[in-house]
């Protein structure tokens, strides 16, 4: 019935050969304006070239805008970790043994850390010292524990379900952070 009701109101047009119905004008005269664009049998990219465009173009440009802060501050901190000498002794020191797991889950679950940036946060705390180990809980918990998803969860299902989400992530980790250690 409501086929009928499209015809009725002429929402159809023809573009080479195939007919294409529309639920409303605004949506027909935006298929008119690139008909082209909408009606290519791979999606919107009609050739090789576009899709060779569109790849590089994601790669390179709309990929950097969403990452490319995150990762200079990774950078940033990986960088300072491994120059400044009294970071890398803190490091030896303090953080390379056992320590370095119960650093590695708190400094985690305080600080949300994205999982492009801590990569190198993560090396530089290897190579000062740290166990390898720790430094797999840092890159498990970190991008785990946004401060959003904890307060969403803690609003949607209670305090409870948030306890019980942040123990189990935190025991997982250092068991995972364990066995890595051990390989």
Not at 56 to 80: H, Q, S, T, W
Not at 125 to 148: D, E, K, R, Y
Not at 164 to 180: D, E, K, N
Request: aromatic share 14%; charged share 15%.
């Amino acid at each position: 019935m409501w086929h009928e009701s499209r015809y009725k109101k002429g929402l159809k047009t023809e573009y080479k050969g195939r007919s294409y119905y529309f639920c409303s004008p605004h949506c027909q005269a935006t298929f008119e304006k690139e008909a082209q664009k909408y009606s290519a049998p791979g999606g919107h990219i009609a050739d090789i070239k576009e899709r060779i465009n569109f790849v590089f173009r994601y790669a390179f440009v709309d990929m950097v805008k969403e990452i490319g802060p995150e990762l200079l501050l990774g950078l940033a901190l990986a960088a300072l970790v491994a120059a400044v000498t009294p970071v890398g002794e803190f490091v030896k020191i303090y953080i390379s043994g056992k320590l370095g797991y119960l650093f590695s889950l708190f400094f985690g679950l305080l600080l949300y850390i994205c999982s492009t940036a801590s990569i190198p946060l993560v090396d530089a705390f290897v190579s000062q010292g740290m166990n390898i180990g720790a430094g797999m809980v840092l890159l498990l918990v970190g991008p785990i524990t946004s401060w959003g998803t904890i307060l969403v969860l803690r609003k949607e299902f209670g305090t409870k379900t948030m306890a019980i989400y942040l123990t189990v992530i935190a025991i997982m980790s250092l068991t995972l952070g364990w066995c890595f250690s051990m390989i």
